[in-house]
């Protein structure tokens, strides 16, 4: 882990919010820092993906605050998001592109450059095999997907990543490629905040782990140095927010 | 590379959208080539009268002209020919021009009695309807652009791509993707319009307003489609929901309209005009004559005091009986354009809130292919037919000779100039539907990104 303890690349501070009259976030506080992996666990309800939609501007909380390399997501959406390169759970890109066509796509709606120079370092760096890269991603299987969207991300080079749900649906060496992936994105001092029902897998790359219950975090676990979490400890705190693995 | 190049190539990457666009060009290229030619035929066909006439002509001066010659007997004999010629824009928007005849050789008979002539056979060409470049706009284009915009925004939606798009901090999306499927529409209706145009030698500033209507017409169908796709969340109900949009006021309220205006401003044949007057001229031969020349001189006293003749047939009685026939209708003639006036002010009425309706008002009065248009004919008609009569009655009623020297001078028919206008009133209306629904669309998609459109569905 490199935390550092300059200002945090994400903060929320006492952030509320409801759909309707329904509370989902009530008093949030979380931050991440660069070079840091935080994993955001939570049954369902708990608020994860409503965190996720207040860091990308999506709503404006009730309450607190909400920063984003110092930028609010609600006065300066674009500023914000300018910061962040966002992966959704079900990365569906468009099948009658090519990946290579894709990441050029959604780079270009960012405004970032779309030469090969940024396009291909991305790809390799995910592993995606490069007689893939200029086939239509109809056939692509849902790893290779996730790879497709995770190289959308580094392309990007952003100094904040946010994962819904990231190893969702992937076999376990998808898993293992995954969990690389973010380690270079910890070395370049990405910070990252992925949002999971996946346990073990938090574990096998976080350097905390936060308990959302409830529209807050109960409880926060941090890696020792060199040490892995508890496994045991950690599945019965997280058997109480609503979802066991 | 630029985000509207990218958006490009995304939406040209799309079989099913570059389909609609080229099946789009295909159609209104078919459309274009079907209105040169059709107007083409009626060009050739005039010039084919032109050239009967021409013989027909020589054929009665040999036969009735010279110094024995009655005007009676010429004027009975010459059908003289009056043409509509096509307008040049006329092939964007046909119109009319398929139903109302665009030539018709007349004599100095009754007027009444001969110009509703073709009616009977005119309905039928009314069945098929008339598949010309208006056509496609008012029909076919509407259902274009429900293919190219019904899951612009759901689709992104139902593949979970739309948070993916909006957490990128590029502005501009639905603004791009709209205006390049506009874009597209338009050039796929502009560019066989333009050769038309140029084909048929259309005037610069009718083609430019044509294609301005079009691309208000267009623009109204894309805010609608923009509203919906953004208010609805399934890109099945946003189809059926647009198509639904188009069945209703593109086709059920336009016949229903009609209907009611049918209905409520009853308007007789012509045909029946033709047989009202007949029965006056028929009548005639059974009657006095005085009772003839009678009703005759009460429009034309300047003849009174020379209706006597020797034996029991005079042209000049022959003709006054027809005269009177004319204007013993011509109440029932009033009568009937009248309705159809008042029937064409109504159908105006109804294009002011159906932009359907008001573009295809607005395409058939540029191109002067409209029922104003086939009144405009009707009546250069009539006032033709006023001066071959001037033209033979003082021989007639002077017992003058018709010679060959005045059978050339019998009045020819000089064609109408084409009266093509912009009917700002139809514009203004098709400018005001397009603004409310590209601003109520607009305003929708825009709220997109809001907490309900963002909302997970599973937290």
Redesign the interface.
Known sequence: MAQGTAEPAIELAGVQHSYGTAPVLRGLDLSVQRGEIYALLGGNGAGKSTTLSALLGFIAPSSGSVRVCGIDPVSDPRGARAQMAYVPENVSLYDHLTARENIAYFLALAGHDTGASVIEPALGAVGLDSQAWDRRMSGFSKGMRQKVAIALALARDVPVLLLDEPTSGLDPRAVLEFNGLLDTARERQVAVLMVTHDLVSAVDIADRIGFLTAGRIEEEQQAGEGARFDLNALHDRYAGTGQAI | ???L???A??LL???RNLFAVILLLMLTSAAVWSGLVQMDAQRATIERVEREQTRDLAAVEAAQAGPKGEAGYNAYYAFMLTQDPPPALAFAAIGQRDLQPFVLRIRALGLEAQRYDSENYNAELALPGVFDWAFVLIYLAPLVIIALTHDMVTAERE???L?????????G?WRRRTGLRYALVLAALALPLITGAIIAGAPVAGTFGIMLAAALYCAFWFGLALLIGAALRASATAAAAMIGCWIVPTLVIPTLGNAAIAGAIPAGKGIDLTLAQREVVHKGWDIPKEETFEPFFVNHPEWRGKEEFEGRFHWKWYYAMHQVGDETVAQDVADYRGALTARDKWTSRLGLILPGVGTMNVMHRLADTDSTAGFAYQDSIAAYHERLRKFYYPYMFNDKAFTRADFAQIPRYTSRVPGGSLPAGSLVALLLAAALFLWLGARKVTRV???RD???K??
């Open positions: 590379m630029s985000p190049r990218a958006e190539r995304l990457r799309s079989g593949a979970g791509r948070r993916l798009l909006l957490s990128l901090p590029g502005s999306l990104s809001s907490a963002s909302r997970p599973d937290d």
